[in-house]
């Protein structure tokens, strides 16, 4: 890892009331990784990824993004800064068609006095563009028009993911993106994650299947209690002893 | 394709259930239609009933009245009401739509005396004669013609009545109307209070309420004017349902019939036995059939004679009561039971 | 993803466009409405010659005026998954006092005529700010509005009728004659209302923004669409449309009524919207179908007046095609997290 990290989070502590989500949480997001954050229940994985995309902000401990400091107050902030997260839920609008999810809150307008005075939305770009990035990381759907209740578990992924590669500018943040799929869409959202890699913008996901996250993932974080306790890789653990880490059956040294 | 619980395509199951929804339109229409009868084309003499609303039996003696006497004269009756009695947005759609089913006359009762005299004009400018019944409008040259009860002298016959058996004492009144913009209401409460010797200003009138011109809302208003005045002497009511109300809201507050002077209009069967009954002291009995049945005659007359009929004609009142007193004629309540109506 | 599409989605191919277009209509909320209507215009001009006559049709759409523009404020507030009991009574305040400030207040027309529109405005944006600032439930606070908007009519006409009014309130009833019949302005202005509000929900992001609030409430407030702003948009715009309502009626009755929106126009409102394929649950719906759904209850009462059947039947139908559209709604639709 001679480069810099594009994301760095340095002591990160959150407190809800008496209860401490983030003792002290680091990370490090190098370019064109795939890093994963596994841990138990409580361990704080979804709190820190909260802190990244701007969801919450942390009590104390500091981010930086390409080495410059940064504060998000909301998850605008943290979009504005070119990080785009895919939530668990996905959080798309059902009724509404692929190409007008993928713009959803950012939609394009026509130019000219159609659209400054009327407004009117370029759909024809819109679905251009969509499709493109549909293109490029190899999502098959019948028509960018068809409305995402149409589709299947693994494509409605597929919308979220392509949205989420499609705005990010910086990296991209993906929460438990394959918890609801069957084994075949499993595999290719996996490949649609390496696709996102293979764009250039390195990808933090959370995941609490192992398999998958020793089959995609170039670097692994294990958190425990609030803190990062260890970093490994595929080819240096085994499933068996990341597990054995995260349960704290194992004790290591902290690793910065 | 997004499936649903049961695995069937939810698309096919929405296509399917809209296919159900035109059937089931078809199939309404196809029922609706068999009941509209022979061909509404015929040529027979199309004529107009619209009434404030479909279930005071006052209207369904006025559309028994109009349907037997256009049976008789072999013409067609097409039937209209509103939702209550103070919807004139249904009443004045029925008036478009009965010109525009041919009708030659429409009879109507118009649910406010001013608001449908648009519709009304637009009928009479297509040649359609418009007879008010029982209520008029204002002005009352927004109709052809109105045949009513003289709902003025109704009002004042009870009103007459009322002082003469309170024997001029002071006492409590209160008065039950109905919506605003009634010209019944107004004409009769005038009434009343003419014939009683007093103005609408007199303090020994302690309540003036909206019973809404039926049993359930006049109890109420009845309830509300005894909070505010335990001791009423007479009550005026609109009509008999109201009086019926009102009598109730009175009876839990531990009245006897001997104690209020509960006076009303209308003269419909079930009023007139409460007279008999003496929940009601007396009634101004008013022949909603008559009107009905004249009305139906003229507009034939119109159709084949082109002859328009006008002005105002009183179908006539009587007061009904087994406690008639001097001065005031009346009638019993035999002769009230013998003409009476619902 | 499918195999048959392994390989990367091309910009549609024509066939699949026609195709898939061919497949979107058969199941898009509209088409069961249009066939009802298409179907019960067909049932009575077979029925009646009187039915199909270019001035009975514009009949119809004059009757249909009131329920029609109060219903597309409505479709707004419905796509949200919300609801607007209070348009009835709120537009009957507004055309009480548009009459009563030009007849005895003195006030000229237009000014008249704007402060009733305003005042409607007002009370939507009343509704929409207890929603979204205070959370109340939408049935509660348009359930409250209704009621102070009632109130309020009789206090201010004291139950006057009020006539006489000065000719410019009384543009929208005045009729013109185009191909052989004659039409009211109050019709072109109802139309010209929906082909607005049609732009705005199709063609606009705001459009969008709505059907996504009602879709999936959270997954728009995480794209960053100011959820708030939406709600309170479309209960103003149900105030706007209620007021716009309001100088219709006025228009069309030649009074000011104490007694209007008393009966159903709320009701009414919600069954066009209902009947038009719009579901209750939010997100889907259009404002074509809702235009569908305001003629076809328009149609029934015409028509069934026209063959001479009892005009109760008309309710009898409605009531079916009610719930029968709810049960479409209901049954095709699965809300997703």
């Known amino acids: 890892m001679s480069a810099a990290p594009i994301l760095e989070a340095r002591g990160l502590v959150k407190r809800y009331g008496h209860v401490v989500a983030l003792r002290g949480a680091d990370l490090e997001l190098y370019p064109n990784e795939i890093l994963a954050i596994i841990g138990d229940n409580g361990a704080g994985k979804s709190t820190l990824i909260k802190a990244l995309s701007g969801a919450l902000q942390p009590d104390e401990g500091e981010i930086r993004l390409d080495g410059e400091s940064v504060h998000f107050r909301t998850p605008r902030d943290a979009r504005g800064a070119g990080i785009e997260t895919v939530y668990q839920d996905l959080a798309v609008a059902p009724a509404l068609d692929i190409a007008a999810n993928i713009f959803l809150g950012r939609e394009a307008r026509r130019r000219g006095v159609l659209g400054r005075i009327l407004r009117m939305l370029d759909q024809g770009a819109m679905r251009r563009e969509a499709t493109r990035h549909f293109a490029e990381l190899k999502i098959g759907v019948q028509s960018i028009a068809q409305p995402v209740e149409d589709l299947s578990g ?13 705005w990010a500018r910086r990296l991209v943040i993906m929460d438990e993106p394959t918890a609801a799929l069957g084994v075949k869409e499993t595999g290719q959202v996996l490949d649609l994650i390496r696709r ?3 764009r250039g913008l390195p990808v933090i996901l959370i995941s609490h299947d192992m398999p998958n996250v020793f089959e995609l993932a170039d670097r692994i974080q294990i958190m425990r209690l609030g803190r990062r306790v260890a970093v490994v890789t595929p080819a240096t653990h085994s499933m068996a002893e990341a597990v054995a880490i995260m349960t704290g059956a194992t004790q290591v040294e902290n690793d910065r | 394709m997004r499936h649903s619980l049961r695995g069937r395509p939810v698309r096919g199951r929405r296509s399917a259930l809209t296919a159900a929804l035109v059937l089931a339109v078809a199939a309404a229409m196809l029922a609706t239609g068999a009941s509209a009868g022979t061909s509404a084309d015929r040529a027979a003499i199309k004529v107009g009933l619209i009434t404030k609303d479909v279930t005071n039996p006052f209207f369904v003696k006025m559309r028994a009245g109009a349907t037997a006497e256009a049976k008789k004269l072999g013409a067609q009756l097409l039937y209209a009401a509103g939702k209550n009695s103070s919807d004139n947005a249904s009443q004045i759609t029925a008036i478009e739509n009965m010109v525009t089913a041919g009708v030659k006359g429409i009879l109507i009762t118009v649910a406010d005396a001013k608001a449908e005299n648009a519709a009304i004009a637009k009928a009479r400018s297509a040649g359609v ?21 003289n709902n003025l002298n109704a009002g004042i016959l009870i009103g007459k009545y009322a002082r003469a058996v309170t024997k001029g004492q002071t006492v ?12 019944v209401g107004a004409l009769r409460h005038n009434g009343f209070t003419q014939g009683f010797g007093i103005k609408n200003s007199d303090k020994q009138i302690v309540c003036v309420a909206n019973g809404g011109g039926d049993t359930p809302d006049s109890q109420t208003a009845m309830e509300n004017c005894l909070q505010k005045n335990p001791d009423i002497d007479v009550v005026y009511t609109i009509n008999e349902p109201s009086a019926a109300g009102a009598w109730t809201a009175l009876k839990n507050a531990g009245k006897t019939t001997s104690d209020v002077t509960i006076v009303s209009v209308d003269g419909g069967c079930a009023g007139v036995r409460n007279v008999k009954a003496g929940v009601i002291d007396a009634t101004s009995q008013q022949y909603p059939l008559l009107m009905a049945s004249k009305g139906v005659d003229a507009v034939v007359n119109y159709a084949k004679t082109g002859e328009k009929v006008s002005g105002y004609t009183d179908t006539g009142v009587n007061l009904i009561t087994d406690h008639p007193t001097a001065g005031v004629p009346s009638k019993s309540v035999a002769y009230g039971l013998a003409h009476c109506w619902g | 993803m499918t195999t048959t599409t392994e390989r990367a989605a091309t910009a549609p191919g024509r066939t699949y466009a026609i195709l898939d277009a061919g497949r979107r209509v058969l199941a898009t909320p509209t088409v069961g409405p249009f066939l009802a209507l298409v179907l019960t215009m067909a049932f009575f001009s077979v029925k009646t010659d009187r039915f199909l006559q270019t001035e009975n049709l514009s009949l119809v ?13 409505q479709t707004l507030v419905i796509l949200t998954a919300g609801i607007d009991l209070s348009v009835g009574t709120v537009m009957a305040l507004g055309q009480i006092l548009m009459t009563k400030l030009a007849v005895v207040g003195g006030v000229p027309a237009l000014p008249s005529l704007l402060l009733g529109i305003l005042t409607c405005l007002g009370l939507g944006v009343l509704n929409g700010g207890l929603v979204t600032l205070v959370r109340l439930p939408p049935f509660i606070v348009t ?15 004291n139950d006057v009728t009020f006539t006489g009014l000065p000719s410019t309130l009384l543009f929208f009833g005045r009729t013109f004659r185009i191909a052989g019949a004659s039409v009211t302005y109050g019709v072109v202005f109802m139309l010209a209302l929906y082909a607005l509000a049609w732009f705005a929900l199709r063609q606009t992001a705001w459009g969008r923004h709505v059907y996504a609030v009602g879709d999936n409430r959270e997954a728009a407030r995480l794209t960053g669409i100011h959820t708030g702003r939406i709600l309170l948009s479309v209960y103003a715009l149900a105030g706007l449309t209620s007021g716009l309502a309001a100088m219709l009626l006025v228009g069309r009755t030649e009074v000011g009524d104490p007694n209007a929106g008393q009966t159903t126009e709320n009701l009414d409102s919600i069954t066009a919207v209902v009947l038009g394929g719009t579901s209750l649950f939010g997100g ?6 809702t235009l569908i759904g305001a003629l076809i209850v328009g149609i029934f009462r015409n028509g069934l007046t026209l063959i001479g059947v009892d005009v109760i039947y008309q309710y009898l139908v409605t009531g079916i095609l009610v719930i029968l559209a709810v049960s479409v709604d209901q049954l095709t639709h699965r809300r997703r997290a």
């Not at chain 1, 693994?154 to 499609?166: E, I, L």
């Not at chain 2, 007879?131 to 009352?140: G, H, N, Q, R, V």
């Not at chain 3, 004059?62 to 029609?68: A, K, R």
Request: proline share 2%.
């Open chain 1, 154 to 166: 693994g494509q409605r992924q597929g919308v979220a993911v392509a949205r989420a590669a499609a």
């Open chain 1, 196 to 198: 996102v890699r293979e």
């Open chain 2, 129 to 149: 004669l418009v007879i008010a019944l029982d209520s008029p409008t204002d002005p009352k040259t927004a109709v052809d013609a109105l045949f009513a009860t």
């Open chain 2, 172 to 183: 409590t009144i209160a008065m039950l109307d109905e919506h605003a913009g009634s010209s």
């Open chain 3, 61 to 73: 759409l004059q009757q249909t005026l009131v329920v029609g523009v109060l219903a597309i404020g």
């Open chain 3, 143 to 157: 359930l409250g509005t209704f009621n102070i908007a009632f109130a309020l009519t009789h206090v201010v006409s």
């Open chain 3, 284 to 289: 889907r719906g259009t404002i074509v179908g």
